[in-house]
Nanobody, 123 residues
Framework: VQLQASGGGLVQAGGSLRLSCAAS????????MAWFRQAPEKEREFASA????????LYADSVKGRFTISRDNAKNILYLQLNSLKPEDTAIYYC?????????????????WGQGTQVTVSS
């Protein structure tokens, strides 16, 4: 499966963005999906994940209550709604797909990755 992330940009603190990840070349509903992010000079970290059906979700503590992950299996698109953004949310955001069942934050289980989209939050 090929993944193409989009929707990043420059936003002021407190603002919102919606990221999208378009999937092609595979059966989208067969994959659990996730968003990871990598801030400058930091390791990539988990942000959120969602099961194949969209019935279960998982969030990192740092984004819980502010970010919402969702998916549209009919359109083969994964979303991440980012609200109440903070400067520390500045990062490249990557979407990723896994064949594993359930919802997981474990990076090595995700075999397919998009190219990333930059989110910059100004103070």
């Amino acid at each position: 499966v090929q993944l193409q992330a989009s929707g990043g940009g420059l936003v002021q603190a407190g603002g919102s963005l919606r990221l999208s990840c378009a999937a092609s070349g595979g059966t989208f509903s067969s994959y659990g999906m996730a968003w990871f992010r990598q801030a400058p000079e930091k390791e990539r970290e988990f942000a959120s994940a969602i099961t194949r059906s969209g019935g279960n979700t998982l969030y990192a503590d740092s984004v819980k209550g502010r970010f919402t992950i969702s998916r549209d299996n009919a359109k083969n698109i994964l979303y991440l709604q980012l609200n109440s953004l903070k400067p520390e949310d500045t990062a490249i955001y990557y979407c990723a797909a896994t064949s594993a069942l359930g919802v997981t934050a474990t990076e090595y289980t995700y075999k397919y990755w998009g190219q990333g989209t930059q989110v910059t939050v100004s103070s």
